[in-house]
């Protein structure tokens, strides 16, 4: 079972600079979310999605760009990456929108912006 | 708004005794749900525990359990013989009953099993 896959797994970019993020599920859930962890502040939700076709805004969205065209995929992109968007990111799914009791979670991406 | 927090940035354990890790949060909902994930070195969280808030029997999944005390908004997690491979950080997390499947995590504590 591939789960949630998350990829690239490492990734320095350069002040300004562009790039996205892939999230991928094979599980059909319904429900995809992005969340960046940041030393002593856990996890904090970016953006979330409920279904192919639907997008809302987390906790921090500023710099951030989602969309959900299809249920397996949830790419997340950086437009103009800032030193503040060093990180690590966490893509997560579950079934549905009511509470099951487990966020599946990848394996996370480390992002370096210098 | 709701708030999580770990008052403990890292604790330490003896191999195969017991710790306690702590969490309380601040909320207005009455009915919600609490959970504990472990992140090991490899980064994957994985569930370790959950508590629903309607029901008042602690939680327990093997060598984990939890202190749940509604009133006091506590949490807390009593891993028990503890083992090499429970060296992880643990987060705290809390879900409103209406919020899909929105976390809130809390800070995180960073738990060393010594043997």
């Known amino acids: 079972n591939a789960g949630v896959t998350q990829t690239p797994k490492f990734q320095v970019l350069k002040t300004g600079q562009s790039m996205t993020l892939q999230c991928a599920q094979d599980m059909n859930h319904e429900y995809m979310s992005w969340y960046r962890q940041d030393p002593g502040m856990g996890l904090r939700l970016i953006h979330y999605s409920v279904g192919a076709g639907i997008t809302d805004q987390g906790e921090v969205p500023n710099g951030y760009n989602v969309s959900r065209s299809t249920t397996e995929d949830f790419p997340l992109r950086l437009l103009s990456a800032a030193p503040s968007q060093t990180s690590v990111y966490f893509c997560?799914?579950?079934?549905?929108?009511?509470?099951?009791?487990?966020?599946?979670f990848g394996e996370g991406s480390r992002l370096t912006v210098l | 708004a709701q708030t999580v927090t770990q008052s403990q940035p890292e604790m330490s354990v003896q191999e195969a005794e017991t710790v306690t890790l702590s969490c309380t949060y601040d909320?207005?909902?009455?009915?919600?749900?609490l959970f504990w994930y472990k992140q090991p070195p490899s980064r994957q969280m994985i569930l370790v525990i959950r508590?629903?808030?309607?029901?008042?029997q602690n939680a327990t999944e093997n060598r984990f359990s939890v202190n749940f005390q509604k009133a006091a908004k506590s949490f807390s997690l009593k891993i028990s013989d503890s083992q090499l491979g429970d060296t992880a950080m643990y987060f705290c997390a809390f879900i409103p009953d209406n919020a899909g499947n929105m976390l809130t995590f809390g800070g995180g504590t960073r738990l060393m099993v010594k043997p």
């Open positions: 909320t207005s909902e009455n009915n919600y749900y």
């Open positions: 508590q629903e808030a309607y029901k008042q």
């Open positions: 997560a799914s579950s079934h549905g929108t009511s509470v099951t009791g487990e966020l599946f």
